[in-house]
Every structure is written in C-alpha cells, then in structure tokens.
C-alpha cells in the first residue's frame, strides 16, 4: 500500500518541480524576473565589478524584524500592491503609482538592470528603472555626521578583501524600503556587501539599522545578481503624465475605483 | 524510514506549491479574475506606448449595437523592446480602426479592462504578452 503512495507523491513532486521550473522560464522571458544565465564562467577579478546585472530580490528578507511602535504606525499607513496585505493598486498608496522616486535601497530591488561603472574616486550604479545613477565615493571622504535626508541616501564603499562594503547615511523616509510597506526612518544606517563570486554571478548582503525603526538590525538573506553580458541599460522612466494617464484609463477602473 | 521521506515529500510539495503563488502576487494581478481568461472582438481606438505601462483601447460592439469602450493594460515599453519589438512596429500593428481580438484576464470588479494577454489581427498576426500577469504561453 505504501509503495503506491510514495509513488504517487514522488510523481506529483516531480510534476511540482516541472511547473516551477516553466514559472521561473516565464518570469524571465517576462523581464521582472529577468534572471538569465549568463555564458559559463570563465576566470574573473573579485575587485572588478563592472558590468550590467539582474536580480529581482523584492526585499531583503522575507521576515522583518519587530518594528518599534513608530515602525509600526508607518508601516500600517503604508498600504502596498505587492505581498500579503496588497490591494488593487488604485486603492494602495504605493509612491510608485505617481512616479515618485523608488529611493533606496527598493530601487536594487525592482528587477530591473543596473550597470556599477567604476571611475576614479567613485564607482556608480546606473539602474535602469527610471536612469537612476547612484553615486557610490571611494575618494575616503567620511560619511556626513548629520546628512540632509535624500532619496538615495550618501554613500561611502571601500573593499575589505574582495567584498566592496558600501555604507550610506541620510534616507528621505518617504520612500518605502521595499514593494511590500516595510518603512524606514531618515536615521537609517544600510551597510551592503558586495561579493562577486565568479565573472556571472554577484552575491550581495544588506544590513540595515534604523532603531527608530526596527528594534534589532535586518541583516538580508544573500541576494544574487547574474551578469548580463549582452544587455544594455535601457531608457525606462516613469512618466507622472502618462501614469496619470493609465491610472484614469485601466488602473482605477480595474481596481474598482471610480474615476472623479 | 519511509515514513520520514513521505514527510519530506509532503513538505516539498507544500512548499512548491505555495511558492508560485507568491511569485504571482504582484502589483498589477491583483486588480484582475487571473483564473479566467476572457476573449472579446472588437475595433483599436487607440494605442499608447506609455510609461510604465503601455495600454491598448478599443471598442466592442454587442449585437443590439451597443458600443461598450475597453481597455487592456500591457507591459511597459522596456519590456516591449526588450523581447524585440519597437515602437513603431506596436503602432503599426494596432492600427485605429483595426479589427482585434483581445484575449486577457478582466477586472474583479467588472469593469471591462482586462490585464493584457493577447491580440490577433484580421489577417491572423498575433502579439503576446512579454510578461507579467498577462502572459498565458
């Protein structure tokens, strides 16, 4: 009687497993995911990180820590289209719905490309959600003691052995820190780590400590980006006007709400 | 011993099946029925390579004569041109006027937008989702 059973599981794991690979197919070929592998790898240097990558990583973990009860009153009036408390997008709050600024680090997380260009005294980051370049400085200037909040934050990177560790300081709290509500205060302190683990594949790891915000650090799960040797950094913006436009035409109508 | 692999078995395929779900779970599938894809004929008003999200209008005509004004919401341009289509080509295929069939999932709240799936043309040519909660192959 057993053997049958077992049978029976190990064909519906194996059917499990063939679905989720097509998902994973279609999630690439859709561009979100956009995960594609690269050529085989080939010999590398740790300390070059140029080139275009792609992740859609979302957020840094899947459980944030406890939130403070300031964390909490944010993280409530945050009412997301993403995750498990989503809601048609005309009924959220999400910024991205007017075009407002991704911020960071949620604009890692999107899933689209970004290319990290190296130049002396900086490296920067070009995304291509949006063209947001990110600049990261190497001259060995100081993070600022008290930094005006701004969407990207400032940021500092130096390399301790082959990990290039970028600190950043001074984030504008409008901007949420992932697609599902998860907020951050302008106090927020985001270390991230940098590891190219060979020529296709990067390996990053954030940690965030916002006090004000969480009672004990996030440190994320390891992140990957895969090389996308043939890609190029394309022009993708949000633009508020024909946002506008869609959110008269198809999004409120599709989430139920009735255009004024 | 076997009954310790049937629990492993059982939580794998717990875990597999929760897990596209998750994926699933986005902005834009949210506002849409994605279990049920509905297929309606109709005339293109307009096209709009829009960002972020590209749109298709059109009119379907019931056979009272009833024109009722539809929408789909389609991918963004990036994404467009990334599976190798131009804008150009967008436009030239959905043509004011042009007779379309439009499949896509529909609004949970009735109202006639769809999340775009696909698109066929008189003559037979077709255009796909490249994506996103839409694409059905």
């Given amino acids: ?260 | 011993m076997k009954n310790s692999l049937m629990v492993v078995l059982l939580v794998a395929i717990g875990l597999l099946s929760i897990s596209p779900l998750a994926l699933a779970h986005h902005g834009t599938g949210i506002s849409y029925d994605l279990s049920k894809l509905v297929t309606v004929k109709g005339v293109v008003v307009k096209y709009a390579w829009s960002n972020p999200h590209s749109q298709l209008y059109f009119d379907v005509t019931d056979e009272k004569g009833s024109v009722e004004h539809w929408s789909a919401e389609m991918n963004a341009p990036g994404n467009i041109e990334r599976a190798g289509f131009t804008r150009r080509q967008m436009f030239d295929f959905f043509k004011p006027g042009s007779e379309v069939t439009v499949s896509g999932f529909r609004s949970k709240y009735g109202a006639p937008v769809v999340v775009f799936s696909k698109a066929v043309l008189a003559d037979g040519r077709e255009f796909k989702s490249q994506g996103g909660p839409g694409q059905i192959d």
């Avoid at chain 1, 070929?29 to 956009?34: A, I, L, Q, S, V």
């Avoid at chain 1, 910024?95 to 997380?109: A, E, N």
């Fill in chain 1, 1 to 260: 009687m057993r053997n049958p059973l077992m049978r029976v599981f190990t064909g519906l794991l194996v059917v499990l497993l063939c679905s989720s690979f097509t998902l994973a197919q279609r999630g690439q070929r859709g561009g979100r995911g956009g995960n594609r592998p690269a050529a085989p790898s080939v010999p590398h240097d740790p300390h070059d990180l140029s080139g275009i990558w792609r992740g859609n990583p979302q957020t840094l973990s899947n459980q944030p820590p406890p939130m403070t009860p300031w964390g909490q009153e944010q993280f409530k009036a945050h009412i997301p289209s993403y995750g498990p408390r989503a809601v048609p997008p005309a009924q959220g709050n999400d910024p991205t719905g007017k075009c407002d600024p991704l911020g960071y680090p949620r604009t890692l997380f999107f899933g689209r490309p970004f290319e990290i260009i190296p130049i002396s005294g900086r490296v920067l980051q070009l995304f291509e959600w949006g063209r947001v370049m990110r600049e990261i400085w190497t001259d060995g200037q100081q993070l600022p003691k008290e930094p005006d909040p701004k969407w990207l934050g400032t940021a500092v990177g130096k390399w301790e052995g082959d990990i290039f560790v970028i600190d950043s300081v001074g984030f504008d709290e409008r901007a949420w820190l992932d697609h599902f509500g998860n907020p951050h205060s302008e106090s927020m302190h985001l270390q991230e780590r940098y590891h190219r683990l060979d020529r296709d594949t990067l390996e990053v790891t954030l940690t965030i400590d916002d006090p004000m915000t969480y009672t004990k650090p996030w440190v994320s799960d390891k992140i990957t980006f895969r090389l996308q040797p043939n890609e190029r950094i394309r022009e993708e913006f949000c633009v508020p006007s024909e946002e506008e436009s869609f959110n008269q035409g198809v999004r409120n109508p599709a989430g139920g709400v009735v255009n004024k």
